[in-house]
Every structure is written in C-alpha cells, then in structure tokens.
C-alpha cells in the first residue's frame, strides 16, 4: 500500500496564483516524519521542510506555507503569489520511527509536476 | 553549507565496462544514502550507510557495488550494466546514522545511460 499519496500528477497555474500541493499519508507509528521535497529541471532534491508528527503546529516560509492535520492525514504545500522559478517537481515523503520500521527509509509520494506560466 | 557534491554529472557507458559514481559531503553526516531515479518517478532507495556500514540494501543487483571508504565519502561501482539501468543516481546524507527524521540532503545527481 502507498504510504504517501500525492493525487495531483500535475498542476498548471499562471503566474500570481495561489496553488495548494496535496499530501496524504498512512503509517501506525505514534512517532514518524513528514517532508517536502522540490526537485527543479537540473535534478537535484532540495529539502524544504521537516515536521514531526508531535507538532501540529502550521508553518508559513516567505511564500511556502505547510498545513499539517494529523485528523485526515495531510500535510499540504500551498505557494503563495507563484513565480515562473517555482516549476518543479514536488514530492512529499514520510519516515517512520516506530518499532520494527526501517529507520532512515523515506517514502515518497510519486510527485506532482508544478508549472507556473508567466 | 548543506553540500552534497557527486562527480560526474554525466556518464555514457557501455554495458562491459567498469565505472564509479562519487559522493561527498563535509557536514559530519553519519548516514550516507545511493538513490536510483526514473524519469518521472519518485526516487528509490538503493542502499544506507550508517557509521560507514552498510546497514540497508533494497536487494539491489551485484551488479550495483557501494563502498564507503570514509565518513565523508560514499562510491557506487558499476559493472555489467544494463540499459535499463540507464536512471539519474542520487546520493544524500542525514545527520544521524539512522536517519531518524533527520532531513536527507541530496547531491544533484549522476546522469547515466547504459548503451
């Protein structure tokens, strides 16, 4: 079973608009890790956020803001006012640390594919 | 500085021959990771370092042979490659040696294609 689910494949906006990346997930662990991932055309994965699943606590960065519900299993990504560089891919993922997990393992979701248009 | 550093960025090879993929990182990082990506696909684990040990590998083919000579190094040989292979190769490292929630820090990849 997907441990992270990431319905949006892709998402088209143009530039200005406000876009919320969607992230469900699914583990037993009392204790686990949640993650955002942006991974532009060059390749690389740049970390953008950890929480863990003692902090419900929602988090605003410039434009990226991160709303964590632990009552319907979501963490999702909203970019405020979306900018031509923020096309990428993006990726949630989650690490569990309860017993009897694989420690160090992410489960990422398959991705959703932003472009913003200018 | 949260660099990750891996050499080449591009490599071409041919399914006979012997090649390497290098990573470094000078955070202090006790967990060292190799991750194969398909175009369109989320990453996938290959195999975790932790205190320079291999303590996880996702039953990856021999062909596929990871070394960690140091703390601050991690290497991928390659051998006999097929061109499904062909992938971007991804190494990462986390500060605890297993990586629990511990952020992973990627490199920007290895660009391999198996001819």
């Known amino acids: 079973a997907q441990k992270v689910t990431q319905a949006q494949t892709e998402i088209s906006v143009v530039e200005k608009e406000d876009v919320t990346l969607d992230c469900v997930y699914e583990t037993r662990d009392t204790t686990y890790y949640l993650f955002w991932y942006k991974q532009p055309p060059s390749g690389e994965l740049v970390f953008l956020i950890r929480?863990?699943?003692?902090?419900?606590q929602n988090e605003i960065s410039g434009r990226y803001s991160w709303n964590f519900q632990k009552s319907t299993s979501s963490f999702n990504f909203t970019i405020t006012a979306s900018q031509v560089v923020d096309s990428a891919v993006y990726f949630c993922?989650?690490?569990?640390?309860?017993?009897?997990?694989?420690?160090?393992?992410?489960?990422f979701g398959r991705g959703t594919q932003l472009t913003v248009w200018p | 500085d949260t660099e990750v550093t891996q050499t080449p960025k591009h490599l071409v090879m041919g399914m006979t021959n012997k090649k390497s993929l290098k990573c470094e990182q000078h955070m202090g990082h006790r967990a060292m990771y190799w991750y194969k990506q398909k175009a369109k696909k989320p990453p996938e684990l290959m195999f975790v370092?932790?205190?320079?040990?291999?303590?996880i590998n996702e039953s990856v083919p021999s062909r596929f042979s990871p070394e960690c000579p140091n703390s601050s190094l991690l290497n991928l040989h390659l051998h006999a490659l097929q061109p499904e292979d062909s992938a971007l190769y991804l190494c990462a490292s986390s500060q605890e040696p297993y990586g629990q929630g511990d952020e992973q820090y990627f490199g920007p990849g290895t660009r391999l294609t198996v001819t």
């Open positions: 929480r863990n699943s003692f902090d419900e």
């Open positions: 993922a989650l690490s569990e640390a309860g017993r009897g997990s694989t420690l160090g393992r992410l489960y």
């Open positions: 370092y932790s205190y320079e040990k291999l303590s």
